[in-house]
């Protein structure tokens, strides 16, 4: 019993600790200059994370354009039309799992020699996007497809007792009541990516940009990759920022992981 | 204290107004059954039913739990389709075409052929959807005011949700919810309603309402009705099927039509003793 609470306590203890020193850290730099101003090599008193804050908006949207429209689909076709328990749903059923597994470092590499290299699409916003894509691809699929099989069996049979397709009925029934779960798991799954830096340097974000990103083939730069920046650099001025960037990071992750909370307590119970 | 003695009343009149015109044989059959077994994979759930089932009639299948009596409901609009490995031997035919013959559409057969289900199946949408989604899948252009008022007035419901049909379908009650489902059905225009045990999870007042409403809609519509109540199938329906689950040679329980005939004949007096050992309340 003291055992788990004490286990239970190192989590949460650890969490506030980091939370409470980042926040005293940073708390100088924690103004609107913060958002207003680009970063700056010479003068760290006023210098900003803007363009990492951009860079993130950015690259976090395209990755949602894309992975949201192909993970639902993918979601739906192994839901609803895919033959249940054939030995091709179960290895790719098998593979899904795994590749949320896969460390996103993997996913850098794979970004790097498909996207970067082989599309040519260099060191821009959009090959960013596509990775992050891929890396939250499994966990989107994951998600929907819970969704979609918590939608109850009467829904669709009712529909189909109607005359209304299979098709019809996925996109009419079973969709639209599993969106709830679908926004809850693509908005935990988008902050993962939002938090990832690993596969960005890789990939080449630039981490020093006094420009914000004005198309997807833009250099970048986005917080993680900012903060990582700026806490290898010497200078206390730096640190300062370093801290008052991580803050803003996290508050955006907590408010993400908020909406998806409020979203699945907003909606459970239907059935 | 009244209240029980109020629907017994009720349903006593429907039945009395409903038992006198019916024809001892079905001469206009809106299905024949012929030898019809339902499989899934090697078991059998049914096996070997044949029986017709009257234009305009109400015909109840009863029996106990196990006896195959819902799955021979799902065979009459291929819902039976949508389980993997089950299959159907026999035929099944509506107006002389067989359902199960390959140039037929299951979803022309599900347009055909509505159905009510067990647990009232509202779509988590607004009272007025629900009862426009069948048209709308089905090709409907255009305002549909006029339909969803008519089916909902026709299924009793409209008076209590005119104000309200924006609202969510899970707003009602289960009552209301069935006479919903009800209302969802005929609008698509069915010729036959199959429901499968519609009054399972209601109180006796919205059960009452919906077997009123079962007669009244009886006059357009081939109705059958899967039920474990037996009451239920005595007050509303004009013929009666007595399904029972047997043994076979090998020991496998499979599903067996006993009798089948005029509802007040089979009830006053079957001709098989399993029929009336069922009915007496001996078995099952």
Known sequence: ?271 | MNQPNEITMHLDHSLSARGASIPPETSDPVFTLDNVSVLYGDYSAIRNVTLPIGRNEITAFIGPSGCGKSTLLRSFNRMNDLIPGAHLTGTVAYHGTDIYGPNVDPIEVRRKVGMVFQKPNVFPKSIYENVAYGPKVNGAKGNLDDLVEECLSRAALWNEVKDDLKKSAYALSGGQQQRLVIARCIAVKPEVILMDEPCASLDPLATAKIEDLMVELASDYTIIIVTHNMQQAARVSDRTAFFTAELDDNGIRHGRLVEFGRTRELFSSPTDPRTEDYISGRFG
Do not use: H
Not at chain 1, 129 to 152: F, G, K, M, N, Q
Not at chain 1, 200 to 217: E, H, K, M, Q, R
């Open chain 1, 1 to 271: 019993m003291w055992l788990l609470f004490v286990s239970l306590a190192i989590g949460v203890f650890t969490l506030v600790v980091l939370l409470t020193y980042v926040t005293i850290k940073g708390w100088p730099r924690l103004d609107i200059r913060l958002f207003t101003n680009m970063p700056s090599v010479r003068d760290p008193e006023n210098a900003g994370a803007q363009s990492a804050i951009t860079g993130t908006l950015w690259v976090i949207s395209f990755t949602a354009l894309v992975a949201l429209p192909t993970g639902v689909m993918a979601a739906l076709y192994l839901e609803e039309f895919a033959r249940p328990n054939s030995r091709s749903q179960r290895f790719i059923e098998v593979n899904i799992q795994n590749l949320a597994a896969v460390p996103s470092i993997v996913y850098g590499i794979l970004g790097l020699a498909v996207f970067a290299r082989a599309l040519a699409l260099g060191q821009s916003v959009i090959t960013a996007a596509l990775t992050l894509a891929l890396l939250v691809l499994p966990v989107i699929i994951i998600s929907t497809r819970e969704a979609l099989r918590a939608v109850p069996r009467n829904i669709r049979d009712g529909s189909l007792a109607l005359g209304a397709t299979e098709w019809q009925t996925a996109y009419r029934q079973t969709l639209p009541a599993a969106i709830p779960g679908i926004a809850t798991g693509t908005i935990l799954a988008l902050s993962r990516a939002i938090g990832e830096a690993a596969p960005l340097l890789l990939l080449g974000a630039v981490s020093f940009i006094t420009f914000n990103p004005d198309g997807v083939l833009s250099d970048y730069t986005t917080l993680p990759i900012q903060i990582f920046n700026w806490t290898k650099d010497s200078r206390e001025e730096f640190q300062v920022l370093a801290a008052a960037t991580i803050v803003v990071l996290l508050l955006i992750l907590l408010a993400m992981n908020f909406v998806a909370i409020w979203i699945r307590n907003k909606t459970q119970k239907r059935w």
